[in-house]
């Protein structure tokens, strides 16, 4: 299990929920700061992206972590 999966499976665990609904929660999320259409926006939100489109729950938490967790 890699980290990102551990953090999904720490966070459903915590919210005594699933995994699955873990990551539709995460991607209710990401469409709808994706609505909020400013270039700074979503220049930041397909940044996170290795296909500068919208970022899956998997690239959103490798951002966090390495730039708002873990910053170096």
Known sequence: MNYIENIFRKTAEEDNTTVENVQKEIIFAIETAMKNTSPNNLKTLKS?????????????IIYLCNNIVFPE
């Open 48 to 60: 996170m992206s290795a296909t500068g489109e919208t970022p899956t729950p998997e690239e959103l």
